[in-house]
């Protein structure tokens, strides 16, 4: 069964992690978040909407369809006085007209159906000559061999069940594409991002990571045996030291005319 998003007992499992630089870097290569009004549309436990904070967003609201993680992520970016949240679908917002200048989509779309809605929505609330980012998986970045880095690739090759249940929620990048330019948005550019999800002291730090994903992520859909047999698979293709886990995506990148 897939996550439920609304539980009180997974309010917090995606407020852990640090936005790494690689993904930073990829922003700001596209756009200028300096003095910017942003959206994070998906926000869940408001990781990257934290961080476009961070990289001096003038303002940011946060918008999720989960009322448990809003909770999570006020409390996360409660530091920050120009970040927000707010209640909404992502075909249905609650956001004025015009209003931003930036909004960001990431791993969002593999959870909604109708792309067209989520992009004119976004068209909606973006100013003219805005930026839509989206991010997420197409079926050829989810199966992609694992390795010492790409260590999701393992969850796939060792349980092909977890590989059709991955692929078969995910957009392919000609659907995106069309998507957006069917939506009214211009200048619609497509690239792929290794981006750094979490660096590990040591494999030992890693295996325990994997064990506390159970329950949040794809690795739910296993046993705790199961869980147990990839963790020693994975181990057996790592080195002494630490441990940089990086995920294939794709991005791209739309301008409202």
């Known amino acids: 069964m897939p996550i439920d998003f609304h539980a009180e007992h997974n309010r917090y499992a995606y407020t852990s992690r ?6 930073t870097d990829m922003v700001n290569r596209f756009t200028t978040v300096q003095g910017a009004r942003a959206a994070d549309i998906g926000c869940g ?30 409390q996360s970016c409660s530091g920050f006085s120009q970040v927000s949240f707010e209640w909404g679908a992502a075909g249905s917002t609650p956001l004025a007209d015009g209003r931003f200048d930036l909004v960001i989509e990431r791993a969002l779309i593999h959870h909604l159906s109708d792309l067209h809605a989520c992009f004119v929505e976004a068209a909606r609330i973006l100013r003219p000559g805005g930026m839509l ?20 690739g393992t969850f796939f090759e060792m349980y092909p069940r977890l590989a059709a249940i991955e ?4 957009h392919s990048s000609e659907e995106v594409i069309r998507a957006l330019e069917n939506s009214g948005f211009e200048r619609v550019m497509e690239e792929k991002l290794w981006e750094t999800r979490k660096t590990y002291a040591d494999a030992d730090e890693l295996a325990d990571d994997l064990r506390k994903r159970k329950g949040r992520s794809i690795l739910h859909e296993l046993s705790d045996e199961e869980i147990d047999a990839l963790v020693l698979r994975i181990r057996s293709h790592l080195s002494e030291g630490a441990i940089a886990e990086k995920d294939r995506w794709t991005v791209w990148t739309a301008v409202k005319p």
């Open 18 to 23: 640090n936005a790494d630089r690689s993904w």
């Open 167 to 170: 692929t078969s929620r995910r």
């Open 45 to 74: 436990g408001g990781i990257y909407t934290r961080k476009l904070a961070e990289l001096g967003a003038a303002e940011v609201v946060g918008v999720d369809y989960s009322a448990q993680m809003l909770e999570a992520a006020r």
């Open 133 to 152: 980012l989206v991010q997420d998986r197409t079926p050829e970045d989810c199966l992609l061999p694992g390795s010492s880095e790409h260590i999701r």
